[in-house]
């Protein structure tokens, strides 16, 4: 069951990244035209500010895709010299470690995006943008990241209750470590 249900994550993930990767292409695309457009004198302007709201949405909903795919950078001298079960233990730890920060940066997200909808925030530049446009789907990122996190954990802690070590590691191991060290 643990193995299915994280099976579905990533390729849910794998749409969002896909649309992620779409959303920063438009956005390459929009700064190219820019830049041409300034050869000829002329420019449509605010294309450092979108494009830092695109990198500002790109990260926040393509850490899940990164987690799902076992792409966080660890730093790990002690797993690679411990059994299948210290190996778990380590990788739960780490999971519940970064769980328990991405829900804190979930809920610390949450009054950002509050002001701007109350204050009807707007940015602080020529285009004006009203920040609810921003902070709505950036937050909605962190949410989606703390959810994932949260249910990897959860399927992680269920397969090592049931000494399933191997599994265990094929959903938060470090698979970068292994290929280093062969």
Not at 84 to 102: E, Q, R, W
Not at 134 to 154: D, I, Y
């Amino acid at each position: 069951m643990e193995l299915k249900m994280i099976d579905t994550l990533r390729r849910i993930n794998r749409g969002v990244a896909l649309m992620v990767g779409a959303g920063l292409l438009i956005c390459a695309a929009f700064v190219l035209a820019d830049i041409i457009l300034r050869r000829f004198g002329t420019s449509h302007g605010g294309t450092e500010e979108i494009a830092g709201y695109a990198m500002a949405l790109a990260t926040a909903w393509g850490m899940s895709y990164t987690l799902l795919e076992l792409g966080h950078v660890r730093i790990d001298i002690l797993r690679s010299r411990a059994g299948s079960f210290k190996k778990a233990l380590f990788d739960i730890f780490s999971m519940i470690v970064m769980t328990g920060v991405i829900v804190t940066i979930a809920i610390k997200a949450w009054p950002v995006l509050e002001r701007s909808i109350t204050n009807g925030s707007t940015a602080n530049t020529p285009l004006e943008t009203p920040l609810v446009w921003v902070h709505a789907p950036w937050f909605a990122g962190w949410v989606w990241f703390a959810l994932m996190s949260t249910l990897v954990t959860l399927c992680a802690l269920s397969l090592l209750l049931k000494r399933r070590h191997e599994d265990t590691e094929q959903i938060i191991g470090a698979f970068a470590e292994q290929d280093t060290l062969q």
